[in-house]
């Protein structure tokens, strides 16, 4: 049939491409021992060639199964595949392994999440990228190389000649996933499937990849297939995107399309809940509720009922099938597409009940930090040496204030977590203090450490897996012996209402709940222990987006009601705008910039602020991106940091001659806000400031 | 259709390997019912009184004596059956005592890594550098001869193995998140070991003292053998001695003197080795 298509003259040249990948009623279920699960039930979709596809979707909707079936990926049995897959017109299910073999890498390559596990760790990364070149080609092992160098310099690896012997562990992260990339991109694929490629990389990190894909792209002439949860990150560079939910998609189409003229109230509410930079603070962000479920029973109704604020008649009576809503093949699988309104009164945002009053209280420290530096040794060779520290926070001063939440952002390496954990006496500081309520607190832990609690970025992993919910919650009561034996029960239930979970929870074990459910567990324990602060470390990141607005506007509620302080650690400068009333940026071990949250967010100072803020994918397509200064390069190691301002190595307005020599203090330079940068307070007599006319 | 028909033979492979465990576990466990329940049922079991000499010494096997009898007149088969319950109890206490001594270092050294962690690994490689059969012999010599010491003596030459395995774990347990948790709460580090670590590490515990009770048993034998058991209590290891002593390795009567209590040492030993490579088998499927 591709035959037929390619000779047949184009009469319009973007309606009548032939498309590159057909997928037509694909069904994948897993046969488990204990159960079936329908990982994707009727998917069909087509990918042009050049063009690029975002796949969105949550955990479980079977956005990444799609595409294993079609790198042929899946073994079965467990799997059991049907349906229709073609490569220009070939089929690709039920193609014997030695086709499959000669398909997968020439024809189709994928990118995974974490670049790390995809690399083998003891082969270099030249002969890892030159062997599929050997393999497909069956070029010479020196060709191979000098082809491996190539694209490593293509893909950004600054002297691409020395690195080309490296091990993947002397990479960094960003350069890991551009070494896989390069080795997706190898043999020239017609389709480059990405699964979740940024999602592991920090935020300045992913906008460099975005960047990077979307100039190859252009370059090779590559189709991508994006697979991702944020429709934030595609949003910039797909062309069309489809949203899938419980194994089927649900909308379809133009990305202009499916981002302003949204006809299903699914991709809607997954739109307003991530966190917006350029929309104003509501005190609440709006929510979907539930969580997404996993698939077991053929599906006869629409998945999305129960969670769906236009749920009515008729959608429990058929599964609903995908509906021509628009031109440009935008379809819904909704049947109620025609009542949707806008989406602020779909998924309306609340209030917090009560949080004006926190705002006018005196301002009353409860935790103070004063000049803390966390070094860990590093203790290398036969003698043991310690010469060497990771310093990991270097000197932070900050003060947490009652009712109010300090938000503290940066990307990985900053010594955000160890600030963090130091506060709740997991790390021994090695200088500074941490008062708690005026009184210096001793660095042990142990019962005096009651009033901060904290909160993990994996509530499953913060969980022993052996202890029922309610042990769970109630281990802080009876460490700080809260209630005695009668009331602990009361006193859980009482718990697990106020975080939003049925009182008789207590009963099942951690397991037995979604992720979503998990964190508010970890936030009902740590409320067990009456805390006036709580340390919440990165407390959404892993949970699926629809699910992280319940989780940020529960901690609010909380922090109304309650008037504890709250620490917010986070990657995502979005996310702590909607949480926090003051902002801390840590690059380094250091807090680079201190402000009220408006002010910093109106008008960022220290180019870092600046540049992380810039960083944030904004979910419009056709954004203007061109006026971004985007970062270049990772954040250098805290065992060994720059010169001068830790930040010059990739500060785009570094001064030649003073940043990289002086180092910058932070300094007041209006009530409450702190900037470190000599740009901002230049140095008094320095002839770098004079030179450059920086002085008043 | 061919490479499913390999996977399936690759899948029946695998099932076979992982069926091995379990039948050498199932065979662990019946050598060693079979051992407790004789020891347990010892006198309904045995034909008369080890301690009663009821036949001429030396007699070869019969009808009324199915082992014949030793150099003072005992029934050799009732000498036997009784000798099961030494045997038995030595190893299942000395273990036991074993395990205790060996958890506790063990976990006390995981959790505190550093400065008293390393002092008391270096206390274990010591006990596991040592001699093992001349210290035995020394340390049973000097405490006496008596069941209490024989016991003791056993235990305490053997808990550093189990130390190291636990603690090998507890480094990995103290730094899972929930143990952070449970120490950000606040909770004191008896808390947190009693609570979170001690529990964690009950399954590879369980897969310790089995295999140290199988040790115990060829120790004590070993030691009774020499002469250093307890003088009134029969076990295996003192009827092999006073085979040794009474020359019957030189004469006919070794096939009834001293291959009966020679094979049930190895029985008992390796029962309770077979039951210990299923669990581990078990608990580390990696081994």
Redesign the interface.
């Known amino acids: 049939m591709t035959a037929g298509t390619a000779v047949a003259p184009p009469r319009d040249p973007a309606a009548v491409r032939p498309n590159l990948l057909e997928i037509e009623n694909l069904f994948v279920r897993f046969e488990l021992p204990t159960e079936t699960v329908r990982a994707v039930s009727g998917v069909s979709l087509t990918v042009a060639p050049s063009e690029t596809f975002a796949l969105v979707g949550e955990s479980g909707s079977g956005k990444s199964v799609s595409m294993l079936s079609v790198m042929g990926l899946l073994s079965s049995p467990p799997a059991v595949i049907s349906g229709s897959i073609r490569l220009e017109g070939r089929e690709v299910l039920g193609m ?2 030695r086709r499959l073999r000669k398909y997968r890498g020439k024809d189709v390559a994928m990118v995974f999440q974490e670049p790390m596990s995809s690399l083998n760790p003891v082969h270099r990364v030249g002969r890892q990228i030159g062997e599929s070149l050997r393999i497909h080609r069956g070029v010479s092992r020196a060709e191979a190389r000098r082809q491996a160098i190539r694209l490593l310099d293509r893909v950004g690896i600054p002297s691409a000649k020395n690195r080309v012997d490296d091990y993947p562990h002397e990479f960094s992260g960003g350069m890991r996933q551009r070494a896989m990339i390069a080795m997706a991109l190898a043999c020239e694929p017609k389709l480059l499937i990405a699964d979740e490629p940024t999602t592991a990389l920090d935020v300045t990190v992913q906008a460099q990849i975005v960047d990077l894909v979307r100039e190859l792209q252009a370059e090779y002439r590559l189709a991508v297939v994006w697979i991702t949860h944020d429709l934030g990150v595609v949003a910039e560079i797909a062309d069309r995107v489809a949203v899938m939910y419980a194994g089927r998609i649900l909308e379809t189409g133009q990305a202009s399309d499916l981002y302003r003229a949204t006809r299903h109230p699914y991709t809607s509410g997954l739109l307003r809940s991530i966190p917006r930079l350029d929309r104003s603070v509501t005190t609440r962000l709006a929510e979907i509720p539930g969580a997404p479920f996993r698939v077991v029973s053929e599906l006869a109704a629409c998945p999305f009922d129960d969670r769906c604020p236009l749920a009515g008649e008729g959608c429990q009576d058929a599964l609903p099938e995908l509906d021509t809503v628009g031109h440009g093949g935008h379809r819904s699988a909704c049947i109620h597409h025609h009542q949707m309104g806008p989406a602020s009164t779909l998924w309306p945002e609340g209030t917090v009940a009560g949080d004006q009053a926190s705002a006018d209280q005196a301002i009353d420290t409860v935790v103070s930090v004063r000049d803390l530096q966390v070094h860990f040794p590093i203790v290398r060779g036969l003698s043991r040496s310690r010469r060497r520290a990771i310093r990991a926070v270097d000197g932070v001063s900050l003060d947490v204030v009652r009712g109010q939440t300090l938000g503290i952002v940066g990307e990985s390496g900053c010594g955000k977590t160890t600030l963090g ?1 130091a506060m ?3 790390v021994r500081p090695t200088g500074g203090t941490i008062e708690i309520n005026g009184k210096p607190i001793n660095h042990r ?6 009033v901060v ?2 909160i ?1 970025q ?1 509530p499953f ?6 202890m029922r919910v309610e042990d769970v919650i109630a ?2 009561l009876r ?2 012996r809260l209630a005695d034996t009668a009331a602990v029960r009361d006193r859980v239930t009482e718990l697990l209402t106020q975080v939003g979970l049925p009182g008789d929870s207590g009963e099942r074990y951690p397991h037995e709940f979604s992720g979503g459910q998990r964190q508010r567990i970890a936030v009902a ?1 740590a409320l067990a ?1 009456d805390p006036e602060v709580v340390v919440c470390d990165e407390p959404v990141s892993s949970l699926d987006v629809s699910v992280q607005a319940q989780v940020i506007n529960l901690l609010a509620d909380l922090q109304a009601r309650t008037g504890m302080a709250m620490v917010f650690i986070a990657h995502d400068l979005a996310v702590v705008r909607h949480v926090s009333h003051e902002v801390g940026v840590m690059y380094l071990g250091e807090i680079v910039e201190k402000a009220p949250r408006d002010q910093l967010y109106a008008d960022p100072l220290h180019p870092y602020t600046k540049a992380l803020l810039e960083a944030v994918p904004v979910p419009e397509p056709d954004y203007d991106t061109t006026r971004r200064t985007r970062l270049t390069g990772d954040v250098p190691s805290p065992a060994d940091p720059p010169s001068g301002c830790r930040f010059h190595t990739r500060c785009p307005v570094a001064v030649e001659g003073l940043c990289s020599t002086v180092k910058p203090s932070l300094e007041e330079v209006t009530p409450g806000r702190w900037v470190s940068c000599h740009l901002v307070s230049p140095p008094a007599g320095h002839p770098a400031v004079a030179h450059l006319g920086l002085g008043e | 259709m061919t ?1 499913s028909g390999s996977e399936r033979r690759a899948a029946r492979r695998m099932r076979r390997r992982s069926r091995l465990p379990t039948i050498l576990g199932v065979a662990g466990l019946v050598i060693v019912g079979a051992l407790v329940f004789t020891a347990v049922l010892a006198p309904w079991l045995a034909p008369y009184d080890p301690t009663d000499r009821i036949a001429r010494p030396f007699l070869p096997p019969s009808a009324e004596h199915l082992l014949g009898t030793n150099d003072v007149g005992h029934d050799l088969l009732s000498e036997i059956i009784y000798g099961s319950r030494v045997s038995l109890l030595v190893g299942l206490v000395a273990a036991t005592v074993a395990l205790l001594i060996g958890t506790s270092v063990g976990v006390v050294a995981g959790y505190y890594p550093k400065r008293l962690g390393s002092t008391l690994m270096r206390g274990v490689d010591v006990i596991l550098i040592l001699p093992f059969l001349p210290l035995l012999i020394v340390l049973a010599a000097y405490l006496g001869r008596s069941l209490l010491n024989t016991i003791l003596v056993i235990g305490l030459l053997i808990w550093a193995e189990p130390a190291r395995i636990i603690r090998s774990q507890v480094l990995s347990l103290r730094s ?3 143990v ?10 008896r ?1 947190t070991i009693l ?2 670590i001690v ?2 590490t009950a399954l590879l515990a369980t897969g310790s003292f089995v295999r140290a009770v199988s040790g115990a048993i060829l120790l004590e034998a070993a030691l009774s053998f020499l002469g250093l058991g307890d003088p009134i209590q029969k076990s295996w290891g003192s009827t092999l001695y006073w085979a040794q002593t009474r020359g019957a390795f030189l004469t006919p009567a070794w096939k009834w003197w001293v291959l009966p209590p020679g094979l049930l040492i190895m029985l008992a030993s390796l029962g309770f080795a077979l039951i210990a490579f299923s669990l581990e088998e078990r608990i580390n499927p990696r081994l």
Do not use: C, K, T
């Open positions: 014997s392994a954990r709740v006496a997991l832990s142990g019962r005096h450490r009651r609690q904290m993990f994996d992993s913060a969980m022993n897996p052996g281990e802080p460490i700080h324990r222990a | 490479a899972r998140e929930y952070l948790a449970a120490r950000s709460m606040g909770a004191p580090d808390w609570r979170h529990p964690r």
